[in-house]
């Protein structure tokens, strides 16, 4: 058997091994005594850690690219891995990690000896190791073992495996991550107990969740509809805790990094289809195309997916409350010119069109799955569509191993429509919303082999935000009073900010994390409301829903960062980290007013976090989190007669603990498991509402104490495969319910999905049953309990996927 190395020189103390000399002839070339020199080199380079970028490609080239990255050497037969395919490997890991990952669902594994590094074919039994994460969310490529921040994660096996069709669906695998839907249409999302409009519904507040696409953040409307689809997603990462420091705006609770697969040098095509009940039916392609030989190649991903909700309406009308339709058209284009080596241009297109259904239910028992607009006066059951584009151009160019510059240049812009049920005749509403983002980060990364690593840079964006509504309100013959709402409103944001998170080797073991942003916000809010009254347009209405305003303000936030790290061992880290997040202050008409205006002050999070990752066991990987949040200035949002008003609740603070694994437990068998542990309390806050402190002390609304997640799959060497997973969400206020109303308590519930089929030659067919046990629930509930939105009960289907 021939042997060939692919890597510059074999270490060894006394004696160099020239490219492509043999490992035996080595062996023979070299003492006994020198050789165990050489295997003592080889067990401390594995531990060393490089930077990798390897893209998917044929095994034996992805294997001479890694000893080069590496300076190692690798022996492999060539007949050995002929044929064979590997996704790549991207990141700062150790060499081990790097090679585990870069052989991850192959057949083969490597081992390390007297003679050097070595490929052989895997005929191990028992369990096998498990592929490393490299964590991408933080601008910096981290293996998980290396990383502080309490992170979930999804991969595109994961999304694969477990039919991860939707973001909700990988929220709710995860702890502490939540997705609860709304009356309003509205996709809802939670980290660690905070939605991601605030504790509760906003005015003019910003996100405090970012839900960032390809490099592209997320509009306010956009995040709750238009970021759903995970066809070819590479990874979703949900990053919980302020992200303040790197990604700035919107990320004071936390941030979701969702990347699609980047093209590749290699023909590729994907196709998937789903037939099921309540008339799903999915369609999705992928084609990626090399144009040009190692430089120029595109993607092209497109998904279409609707259904139809099985409430019964009173009003024939009202059917289109329960269409869900999704569809989405991504391309992007990877350009890597030989004569300009070290740079890299991303360029990326996404279309999404999002209609989500609203899930209402009224009457006596809601679990009867009927809606009546007209029941109860008037309902505020809508529907929402969005049509949102996303933009990006990321250019990276590489100086050296250790030093590269990156720009990423955005563009977003979405479009949103309300309209009540189309047979409610007593409220009537239809609002237009535009949003428009764009966006500048330019940073210095340091990598390598340095004791100082991580990333420097800087950041514009501007966030415009304009929205018409129309609202008439009948409230009945016997009081003979309407009232017609005509308002534009304009929201814009201007923001400068340089940031840093840096990282330093101390030695023995401990790491220091420094770094922090300093942020300044433009905010200017403009409201024009008009009323026009029946009853002869009376004071009382005119201040309740009358306003006037234009005004501006600038905030100016510096966001420090914290932390040690400690290698107990080479596979298990603690780690201790304090950071501020931000979300900036607003102006708003004050209460009983129609032009006074009152300024809402910036919202800050002290967070103080225990982190522990654990790899000892190489079928077994496992991170726990402690965390303690104290808030200042919360910015709470309160109906009052049907008028939303902001204020600054003092003293609200939450802390808890997130535990997720994943493991190989034996040959074709894999797990995962996650635990979120939360507790919240409101501040004292000065609002009619709350009266009397009657929400100081009450938990945040949609905030479970407990969350759960356990999934197992398995797939056998014949082609059979299943999987199965049990989510769990404990009791929780519905959103907005900040006085804990009983009646806006929701039960608990557990949701368990199975799939099982069988795969041959690129094809898999799969049979689905989500909800497997029909469980009744609700995700939300107005404060008298007439009006709910509801869970999907049991559904069943068929999926087809193929790769060419």
């Not at 039919?163 to 009356?183: C, G, Q, W, Y």
């Amino acid at each position: 058997m021939t042997i060939f190395t692919t890597a510059i020189r074999l270490a060894g103390q006394f004696c160099a091994v020239p490219i492509r000399v043999s490992v035996l002839t080595a062996a023979l070339l070299c003492t006994t005594g020198i050789a165990n020199l050489q295997q003592a080199s080889a067990q401390t380079e594995v531990q060393a850690r490089k930077n990798f970028t390897i893209a998917a490609q044929p095994l034996a080239d992805a294997i001479t690219a890694f000893g080069m990255q590496a300076n190692i050497q690798i022996s492999v037969s060539p007949s050995l891995v002929e044929g064979a395919q590997t996704e790549g490997v991207n990141g700062t890991m150790s060499i081990e990690e790097g090679l585990t990952a870069l052989l991850s669902g192959t057949d083969f594994v490597w081992r390390s000896d007297e003679n050097g590094i070595a490929i052989v074919q895997n005929l191990a039994t028992g369990p096998l190791i498990l592929s490393p994460l490299t964590i991408q969310g933080e601008k910096f490529n981290r293996s998980y073992l290396d990383t502080t921040t309490s992170v979930g994660v999804a991969t595109a096996d994961d999304i694969d495996k477990y039919k991860l069709d939707e973001l909700s669906d990988i929220f709710n695998t995860m702890a502490n991550v939540r997705h609860f839907p709304s009356s309003q249409g509205n996709k809802g999302m939670q980290i660690r107990g905070v939605s991601a409009d605030g504790v509760s519904e906003p005015e003019n507040s910003a996100p405090t969740i970012s839900v960032i696409i390809d490099g592209v953040a997320q509009s306010s409307e956009a995040l709750r509809r238009g970021s759903r689809g995970t066809w070819d997603m590479e990874q979703v990462e949900v990053l919980r805790g302020p992200q303040s420091t790197v990604h700035g705006p919107n990320a004071m609770a936390g941030a979701i990094v969702m990347e699609s697969s980047d093209p590749t040098y290699d023909w590729e095509a994907a196709a998937k289809g789903v037939y099921g009940t309540n008339e799903r039916r999915d369609g999705a392609l992928m084609v990626n195309a090399p144009l040009v030989e190692d430089q120029l190649a595109i993607r092209l991903a497109a998904e279409s997916r609707s259904q139809f909700k099985d409430i019964e309406p009173a009003n024939e009308d009202d059917r289109v409350l329960n269409d869900d339709d999704y569809r989405s058209l991504r391309g992007k284009v990877l350009i890597e010119p030989r004569r300009l080596d070290g740079l890299s241009v991303t360029l990326m297109a996404n279309d999404v069109y999002d209609k989500p259904s609203s899930s209402t239910v009224n009457g006596s028992d809601l679990f009867e799955r009927k809606y009546d607009s007209g029941a109860s006066g008037f309902s505020t059951a809508e529907t929402r569509e969005m049509n949102a584009n996303n933009y990006s151009a990321e250019m990276v160019y590489d100086f050296d191993n250790s030093l590269s510059l990156t720009s990423v240049t955005t563009f977003h812009d979405a479009a949103l429509s309300i309209n009540t049920a189309p047979g409610n005749t007593a409220y009537v509403r239809s609002d237009t919303r535009d949003d428009e983002n764009i966006t500048q980060d330019l940073r210095l990364t340091l990598d390598g082999a340095n004791a100082l690593t991580g990333t420097v840079g800087m950041y514009l964006a501007r966030q415009d935000k304009e929205s018409i509504s129309s609202i008439f309100v009948g409230l009945g013959a016997g009081l003979g009073v309407t009232v017609d709402v005509k308002s534009e409103a304009r929201n814009t944001i201007d923001t400068r900010a340089i940031y840093s998170d840096l990282r330093y080797d101390l030695g023995s073991g401990f790491s220091l994390l420094g770094g922090g942003r300093i942020q300044q916000d433009t905010v200017a809010n403009f409201i024009d409301r008009d009323v026009t009254s029946l009853a002869a347009n009376t004071a009382g209405q005119d201040i309740t829903f009358a306003k006037d305003m234009d005004a501006e303000r600038t905030d100016v936030a510096i966001l420090p960062k914290l932390g040690v790290t400690y290698d107990v061992t080479n596979s298990q880290v603690a780690g201790l980290t304090v950071s501020r997040g931000y979300r900036q202050g607003f102006s708003q008409v004050a209460d009983e007013t129609n032009s006074t205006i009152r300024e809402v002050e910036p919202e800050y999070v002290w967070t103080t976090e225990l982190s522990w990752r654990d790899e000892s066991a190489k079928s077994l990987s496992w991170g726990a989190n402690l965390f303690y949040n104290s808030y200042e200035n919360q910015q709470v949002t309160i109906s009052n007669n049907n008028v939303l008003s902001s204020f600054n609740a003092k003293g609200s603070y939450s802390y808890g603990a997130e535990i997720e694994g994943r493991a190989t437990v034996w040959d074709g068998f894999s797990a995962f498991g996650a635990l979120g542990l939360l507790k919240t309390q409101l501040g004292e806050m000065n609002a009619s509402s709350c009266a009397s402190n009657s929400c100081e002390g009450n938990d945040f609304p949609e905030a479970p104490a407990v969350t759960a997640s356990l999934g197992g799959a398995w797939e056998s060497k014949s082609g059979l495969f299943a999987a199965a997973d049990v989510n769990y969400a404990g009791e929780y206020y519905s959103n907005s319910a900040l006085t804990n109303n009983d009646t806006q308590r929701l039960n608990d519930f557990f949701l368990t999905n199975v799939r099982a089929g069988y795969q041959f030659e690129g094809v898999r067919l799969i049979a689905y049953v989500d909800n497997l046990f029909d469980k009744e629930y609700l995700t939300s509930s107005t404060n008298n309990r007439t009006q709910a939105t509801i869970g999907d009960g049991r559904t069943v289907g068929l999926q087809l996927n193929a790769k060419f």
